[in-house]
Structures are given as C-alpha cells and as structure tokens.
Antibody, heavy 118, light 112 residues
Framework: EVQLVESGGGVVQPGGSLRLSCAAS????????MHWVRQAPGKGLEWVSL????????YYADSVKGRFTISRDNSKNSLYLQMNSLRTEDTALYYC???????????WGQGTLVTVSS | DVVMTQSPLSLPVTLGQPASISCRSS???????????LNWFQQRPGQSPRRLIY???NRDSGVPDRFSGSGSGTDFTLKISRVEAEDVGVYYC?????????FGQGTKVEIK
C-alpha cells in the first residue's frame, strides 16, 4: 500500500523559511517522479514542483521559482521542499504526491499546513 | 500554460440520479506518444484528493463502476451514473501532457 506522510508545516512570518518533508513507503521510491501540490484554504489545487526519480530533473511553477527548492533522498525514501522568502499567498495545505506517466499524479499524502502570517 | 476549464462549478444532484462534469483544455492533450494524459480526482470534505480515472477513461481499482470517464482532444467528461451520498465532494481534472501540469478549478457535487 502506497503511503505518503508529510511533515514540517507550521506558522512562519513573511520572508521566513520552512522545510517540508515527505516519507514514502509501499513502492520503489526511486522509480517514480514526485510532486508537491498545494491548496490554499477553500481553494483549488495548484501544482508547485516536480522532481524526477533520480533527482536529476527539477521543475517549478512560476509562482515559486527561485524561492522553493525540491529535493529527494532515495536512500531514505524521502522528498523535501525547501521554502524561502515566504509570502502570505504561500499559505496553503501542501501535499506530497507520487508521479505516474507523463506529469500526472496517482497517490496523495494527507498534507501539511503552512501558514505565512505576521 | 494549458488552461483546464470545468463546468459546472457547482452541481446539486438528487440521490440516484446521474451527474456529468465537463473538463475542457485550451489545447489538445494528445501527447507525442499517442496517449492522452488526463486524470480525474475526487476530494471528499476534509480529505486528500483520490484518483478515480487515469488517461481519460481508465477507472482505478476500488472505484465504483458508476464512475466513468470519456473524451478526446480537448473535451472530457466524468459521469456518475447514479449519485450516492458518499459521492459528495469536489472533483478535479488534471492534465499532464504539457508543462506545467494544470488542474481544473474543481466542481462541487452536493445532494439536493
């Protein structure tokens, strides 16, 4: 059974930093790309970032490019999102998601809440 | 970016009646390999999204057969043949054919 467990969310001031983690199990982690997707309170889903299975390719939404960094540690079956220069508009529930064919997603974690507020 | 437009955004349905959600893309979702990378997700209240349909029309294991997906090119549809109480939630389409991946705005299904 695929399991994705996010952690690291919290309250941070504008301009601050936070690092999210996602622990994966139930599949061969390094065979799959991984995504971060976010959902602002009461809003829809917004794709944030993707990293290829070997970690050699990373991709970002324009809204976070230059501020967020996605990475993975395949020896630990873990995915990360380093978020710097946070803005109030980054407030959202951040989901870790498993990739499938092309840039699609199949499984989702339960999410970790990031609140950017002074 | 490929814009995914869902309609309607709100769908009140009577229990046992059918429901249909449309998802239209701003450009063709046929990839160079001939596949069409379009998924449907269900998000029940307070839960994470769950994939229902992948590559337009393939139903996931464990998904009731009252859910079906169809379409091609730029026009896609998710149908629920007979709505049940557990189907309440928000439904999203997602495309993975082009960069970046994009989602529809979501369609909220509620019981009348």
């Amino acid at each position: 059974e695929v399991q994705l467990v996010e952690s690291g969310g919290g309250v941070v001031q504008p301009g601050g930093s936070l690092r999210l983690s996602c622990a994966a199990s139930g599949f061969t982690f390094d065979d799959y790309a991984m995504h971060w997707v976010r959902q602002a309170p009461g809003k829809g889903l917004e794709w944030v970032s993707l990293i290829t299975g070997d970690g050699g390719g990373t991709y970002y939404a324009d809204s976070v490019k230059g501020r967020f960094t996605i990475s993975r540690d395949n020896s630990k079956n873990s995915l990360y999102l380093q978020m710097n220069s946070l803005r109030t508009e980054d407030t959202a529930l951040y989901y870790c998601a498993k990739g499938m064919a092309a840039r699609l997603i199949d499984y989702w974690g339960q999410g970790t809440l990031v609140t950017v507020s002074s | 970016d490929v814009v995914m437009t869902q309609s309607p955004l709100s769908l009140p349905v009577t229990l046992g009646q059918p429901a249909s959600i449309s998802c239209r893309s701003s450009q063709s979702l046929v990839y160079s390999d001939g596949n069409t990378y379009l998924n449907w997700f269900q998000q029940r209240p307070g839960q994470s999204p769950r994939r229902l349909i992948y590559n337009v029309s393939n139903r996931d294991s464990g998904v009731p057969d009252r859910f079906s997906g169809s379409g091609s090119g730029t026009d896609f549809t998710l149908k629920i043949s007979r709505v049940e109480a557990e189907d309440v939630g928000v439904y999203y389409c997602m495309q993975g054919t082009d960069w970046p991946p994009t989602f529809g705005q979501g369609t909220k299904v509620e019981i009348k």
